[in-house]
């Protein structure tokens, strides 16, 4: 079964740092790109970026508003991936969800579309 | 880039069919076949139940379909029933900085 555990949420200042990880196990983790979305309270979705697999190229990708603040990463040693949250700011302030398009049947629905989610974890910035 | 526009808000009966629309741009849902949906009851992740604009994954109810009219994608539930009452978010893939764009959201009640 594909499974995400989130960890690493908590209670900050604006302009800490954060870090948050995600354990993933059930499918083979080297050829997974995956995702991390927010969602603040009582608001919707919204995607901050993915990684893609080594064998893409590793790189990962963005949204504007966590650009060059944000940094996602992966160890695939360890089955994990990682936010790394800089420069915090209030409106930062939301449960984000580690998220993939594989699905437990072995299928992959693509870089857009989101099978499995984690069960989240709150990261909440407030002075 | 902007989000999708759903309706905040839509309703129906048991056993009647309801419609949820989510418009974009001739950039994201004009664009691309991309279009994906999910389910969210209070407390919970987002469950996946279309792809592809159409797609269904293994395990979704055939009460749920999709489709796709320009610049509009719709998501439709027949058969209501009392557990299909959760929010609902369309998305879709831009190709621009920001990969994915989800929808508001819309509130389904049923009656």
């Known amino acids: 079964e594909v499974q995400l555990v989130e960890s690493g949420g908590g209670l900050v200042k604006p302009g800490e740092s954060l870090r948050l990880s995600c354990a993933v196990s059930?499918?083979?983790?080297?050829?997974?790109?995956l995702t991390w979305v927010r969602q603040a309270a009582g608001k919707g979705l919204e995607w901050v970026g993915r990684?893609?697999?080594?064998?893409?190229?590793?790189?990962?990708d963005y949204a504007t508003p966590v650009k060059d603040r944000f940094v996602i990463s992966r160890d695939d040693s360890n089955n994990m991936v990682y936010l790394q949250m800089n420069s915090l700011k209030t409106e930062d302030t939301a449960i984000y969800y580690c998220?993939?398009?594989?699905?437990?049947?072995?299928?992959?629905?693509?870089?857009?579309?989101?099978?499995?989610w984690g069960q989240g974890t709150m990261v909440t910035v407030s002075s | 880039q902007s989000a999708l526009t759903q309706p905040a808000s839509v309703s129906g009966s048991p056993g009647q069919s309801i419609t949820i629309s989510c418009t974009g741009s001739?950039?994201?849902?004009?664009?691309?076949?991309?279009v994906s949906w999910y389910q969210q009851h209070p407390g919970k992740a987002p469950k996946f139940i279309i792809y592809?604009?159409?797609k269904r994954p293994s395990g979704v109810s055939n009460r749920f379909s999709g489709s796709k009219s320009g610049n509009t994608a719709s998501l439709t539930i027949s058969g209501l029933q009392a557990q299909d009452e959760a929010d609902y978010y369309c998305?879709?893939?831009?190709?621009?900085?920001?990969?994915?764009?989800f929808g508001g959201g819309t509130k389904l009640t049923v009656l």
């Open positions: 998220t993939t398009g594989y699905s437990n049947d072995g299928v992959y629905h693509g870089d857009d579309a989101f099978d499995v």
């Open positions: 059930g499918f083979t983790f080297n050829n997974a790109w």
């Open positions: 990684i893609k697999s080594k064998a893409s190229g590793g790189t990962a």
């Open positions: 001739s950039s994201d849902i004009g664009r691309y076949n991309y």
């Open positions: 592809e604009v159409t």
């Open positions: 998305s879709s893939y831009t190709g621009r900085n920001t990969l994915v764009i």
